[in-house]
């Protein structure tokens, strides 16, 4: 190991110290010239999250992104074998989850992944993440806002025989203008996170525990039409098809990540985080495949198609009325609200601590002193979602969001790696079982999903690598706390 000299290779190597992440995200180590404690940027974030309300944020995050609408474009392309996907999906969630929990206990910090990543795989590689992460929250965020129209429209129209316009209800083209409720949905939220983080997961919490009501409620209702020949042919796409519809759901399970962006503002975190962590992976993946198994089971494969609202489409086929869609429409309304909370809320927090690193302009890091939120923040990132949720189709936004989300998973499980090797004695409160076969499994698994997505989103993964190279080498080099002397101790980066 050598002190990091000026060549790029080893400013593009230089590790943030874990000691140095932690102080700073107790206030401590602020950078030279930022005001004291009352001032804007000199104010931390507040410890006020316990287990259940952080594990509402992983659940809430995950429960309502793919279930409620992804059917309608996963189905199609693997038909009754989806439930394989969401099995391999769960499986490659599950893998991730567990060098989460280990990476989270290490260091307690908001960035997620990009925080991760500085600690151990060097400051150009977190600024790459941090754009994968940009990728996974803002345009997930836009996804899950689109669709929160189709169950408003839904519900309109089953209780007043209304409908939002057409020209105001989706994504230019085929008729319409732009998606209203979207924008709507995406200014209350901004508005909420705001007000402060505290108000925020008592809410996320609410809206949890009817999303679980109203998932149950579809499962027990769609098992009562539940035709075992809706199953057959199990695999009409084959294996490809089964990858492919994996792959594209995979953002669904993103909320496994929110939990670790929260790191700055939980209770005991070292036990919190990785008790949040794998409660709302077992919540998750048993939701997910019970309900894909009933839906599937109680109608066609080859009606999911384009099928709007779906799910609360199959409740009223199978009761003939309307009342039991109507329930399910104002539950994934109040779901997908739930959702989007937490997501953005988790750009937020990642935003921050490229901020506070140098690596974003600092007003990124700005902290509120009456509501302890990064208020410019969290409005920078309602405009730059609320514009993608107004103007781009929910498909395109859906594979995006995977990317992202694959490309950060695999980047935690290569830092348990690399710190168990570089800093064996660090304090941790919790260790990933069967290392290190799990995380080279997690590993793989997030190689086998991405290589199933489709081309196009490789094309805008390379669009958003490119804007990542021109802000690095043109802002960030330069202002990288890094770079600038904080914090005083040697920064090492790997010589072999």
């Not at 189905?75 to 394989?84: E, F, M, R, T």
């Not at 809706?230 to 994996?246: D, E, R």
């Not at 009456?370 to 949720?389: D, E, H």
Request: one cysteine or more.
């Amino acid at each position: 190991m050598v002190l990091a000299g000026n060549t790029l290779g080893s400013r593009l190597l230089r590790r943030k110290p874990v000691s140095s992440l932690i102080a700073e995200s107790e206030g401590h180590g602020l950078p030279a010239g930022a005001p004291a404690e009352g001032g804007r940027s000199g104010i931390h974030l507040r410890r006020t999250v316990g287990l259940w309300q952080l594990s509402s944020i992983g659940i809430g995050a995950t429960i309502g992104t793919g279930i409620f609408f992804v059917l309608g474009s996963a189905v199609p392309q693997a038909g009754p074998a989806v439930i394989l996907s969401f099995v391999i999906a769960a499986v490659t969630a599950g893998l991730t989850a567990l060098c989460y929990a280990e990476m989270a206990s290490a260091i307690p910090v908001s960035g997620s992944s990009y925080s991760y990543a500085y600690a151990t795989l060097g400051e150009g590689v977190a600024f790459g993440v941090g754009i994968c992460l940009l990728m996974e929250y803002g345009v997930s965020a836009s996804a899950i806002a689109v669709s929160w129209a189709e169950y408003l429209n839904k519900f309109l129209d089953l209780a007043f025989g209304v409908r939002i316009p057409e020209q105001l209800s989706g994504a230019p083209g085929g008729g319409h203008w732009f998606n209203l409720p979207a924008l709507l949905l995406v200014a209350m939220i901004c508005f909420l996170l705001v007000r402060g983080v505290s108000e925020s997961v008592k809410v996320n919490a609410v809206m949890v525990a009817t999303k679980i009501v109203i998932l149950v409620l579809f499962v027990c209702v769609a098992l009562t039409g539940f035709h075992s020949g809706n199953l057959t042919p199990f695999m009409p796409l084959g294996i490809g098809g089964v990858q492919m519809a994996a792959s594209s759901i995979f953002f669904s399970f993103i909320g496994l990540d929110a939990v670790s962006t929260a790191g700055e503002e939980v209770k005991n975190p070292r036990r919190t985080m990785p008790l949040a962590i794998i409660i709302s992976l077992v919540v998750v993946t048993l939701i997910y495949i019970l309900v894909a198994l009933a839906g599937i089971g109680a109608q066609p494969w080859g009606e999911f198609k384009g099928q709007e609202a779906g799910l609360a489409q199959i409740m009223q086929d199978i009761t003939g009325q309307s009342w039991p869609a109507m329930i399910f429409a104002v539950g994934a309304i109040v779901s997908i609200f739930s959702v989007t909370l937490v997501v953005i809320y988790g750009q937020t927090r990642i935003l921050y601590s490229m901020g506070r690193d140098g690596m974003l302009p600092k007003r990124f890091a700005e902290v509120s002193p009456r509501t302890g939120t990064p208020v410019w923040n969290t409005i920078v990132v309602g405009v730059g979602v609320g514009t993608l949720a107004a103007f781009v189709p929910l498909n395109v936004l859906a594979d995006i969001t995977s990317l992202g989300t694959l490309i950060a998973f695999s980047v935690v499980a290569v830092g348990v790696i690399i710190l168990r090797r570089t800093q064996p004695d660090l304090p941790r409160g919790f260790k990933v079982p069967g290392y290190p076969v799990v995380p080279l499994l997690s590993i793989g698994f997030c190689a086998y999903l991405i290589k199933g997505l489709h081309a196009d989103t490789f094309r805008a993964g390379g669009i958003a690598l490119a804007v990542a190279v021109v802000v690095y080498f043109g802002y960030s080099i330069k202002h990288s706390r890094l770079e600038q002397g904080t914090p005083k101790e040697p920064v090492e980066v790997d010589a072999r």
